[in-house]
């Protein structure tokens, strides 16, 4: 992709969709602007040849995407103070939990083409899953978008109201899978593997798991059939799990990001 590019708030989610664009070799460095208050902070990305500051203005400008990726209680602020500096024919995308697209409208007080999306931190490497809605937004557009976040690992279009629980399931998500992760390797360590071998082992097996869906199409239980047998240790080690409550705490935890969320979006 040979336009420019401006990240609005280089934190955790912007920066890291940054290296994703360095990553996949999507964008050269010098076509990507993106912003923080502390522009310090952007000094590994400086040093890869991006281009960094503080002046959200300047970063727009000429710009055909702008990715806005602050905080909701931020963008309100940050779109008031771009108001008339994008470039006519820019693309807008909200990353800021629970703000609509109508609002987003409204804040901008532009006719552009306004997409809000949801990746994960998996945009660093390649591997996110990013749903996304659009407004004001031509069939060209969405394309355009969806491929941009499809070279970042996989897109998807989905109804605005389902935004919210996208946010959990894929970008709260990473994090409830990364826990998995963990509690498999300290399990690792307790029936004999050093920590690094059992982080080793169980990120590959979580891996393997995930590739077996997606490249497979079946539902998790018939994969889950294929290695337990009666009397074996598989369906044992399971049945456990499920008496400790392993299937409910994770969607009573699922559930109540969800309501935080909610709640955030009020």
């Known amino acids: 992709m040979n336009k420019k590019i401006a990240i609005i708030g ?10 994703g664009l360095l990553y ?4 050269k460095p010098e076509l990507i ?3 923080r208050r502390r522009a310090d902070m952007l000094a590994t990305l400086a040093n890869e040849g991006v281009t960094t500051g503080s002046d959200n203005i300047a970063a727009v400008k000429d710009a055909k995407i702008v990715l806005l990726a602050v905080k909701p209680y931020q963008i309100g ?3 008031e103070e771009l108001k008339g500096h994008f470039a006519r024919n820019a693309i807008l995308i909200s990353l800021a939990t629970g703000i609509e697209n109508k609002k987003l409208v409204e804040m901008t007080g532009s006719k552009h083409a306004i997409f809000r999306a949801m ?3 998996a945009v660093a490497i390649g591997e996110s899953m990013t749903c996304l809605a659009a407004i004001n937004a031509t069939p060209e557009q969405e394309k355009e978008v969806e491929q941009f976040f499809a070279r970042l690992g996989s897109a998807l279009f989905i ?3 389902l935004m919210a629980g996208a946010t959990v399931l894929a970008a709260c998500g990473i994090a409830f899978a990364l826990r998995f992760i963990r509690a498999a390797t300290q399990g690792g360590i307790e029936i004999g593997f050093s920590s690094d071998l059992a982080l080793k082992i169980a990120s590959q097996t979580v891996k393997g798991a995930a590739q077996l869906i997606i490249e497979g199409e079946t539902h998790p239980e018939a994969e889950i059939d294929k290695v337990t047998t009666p009397r074996g240790i598989t369906i044992s080690g399971l049945n456990e799990m499920e008496h400790q409550g392993f299937s409910s705490s994770l969607i009573k935890g699922l559930i109540t990001s969800f309501k935080k969320i909610e709640n955030v979006s009020k």
């Open 119 to 121: 990746p994960n931190t």
């Open 10 to 19: 280089g934190g955790n989610l912007g920066s890291a969709i940054a290296r």
């Open 159 to 161: 109804p605005e109201e």
């Open 33 to 35: 602007h993106v912003t």
């Open 77 to 79: 602020e940050v779109c």
């Open 24 to 27: 996949t070799r999507t964008m």
